[in-house]
């Protein structure tokens, strides 16, 4: 996968500014807010930031979380895990492998056949609809 490098005024242009919070500061969307929270539209979500190919709508659940959920990423390739102790917790970070940006975490309480899930903020999302 090709790096998307920018600037950070290039990011502020580019991005809206909720996208840009998440993306770029790794803010979390308040729960239960999202466009894609609720959504059952089938096909391929992308990251908002640079347009690579990261959650099928086929792996998304509801978790009642208040964020969309998926049991596995399109590609693993596509995206990066990182451990993240801030707030004073131990979780694991979801970034775009292709940009670097956050896209949410991922936990071990989810559906089969992985047992994880994907917990993804709305803003770091596009839906390429099928």
């Not at 090709?2 to 979390?28: G, I, M, N």
């Not at 979500?45 to 959920?69: I, M, Q, T, V």
Request: proline share 6%; glycine share 8%; net charge negative.
């Amino acid at each position: 996968m090709q790096k998307v490098e920018k600037t950070d005024k290039e990011w502020r242009e580019q991005l809206a500014p909720e996208q840009y919070a998440v993306l770029r500061q790794a803010a979390t969307e308040r729960p239960f807010t999202g466009k894609y929270t609720y959504s059952t539209e089938t096909g391929m979500y992308h990251c908002a930031g640079c347009n690579a190919p990261l959650f099928r709508s086929d792996a998304k659940f509801e978790s009642h979380c208040g964020w969309p959920s998926f049991t596995n990423p399109a590609d693993n390739e596509n995206v990066e895990l990182r451990p993240d102790t801030s707030f004073g917790m131990l979780r694991t970070e979801v970034l775009c492998r292709a940009c670097g940006g956050h896209l949410g975490h991922v936990f071990d309480d989810g559906p089969g056949p992985t047992g994880l899930r994907y917990c993804i903020n709305s803003a770091a999302l596009d839906l390429k609809k099928e």
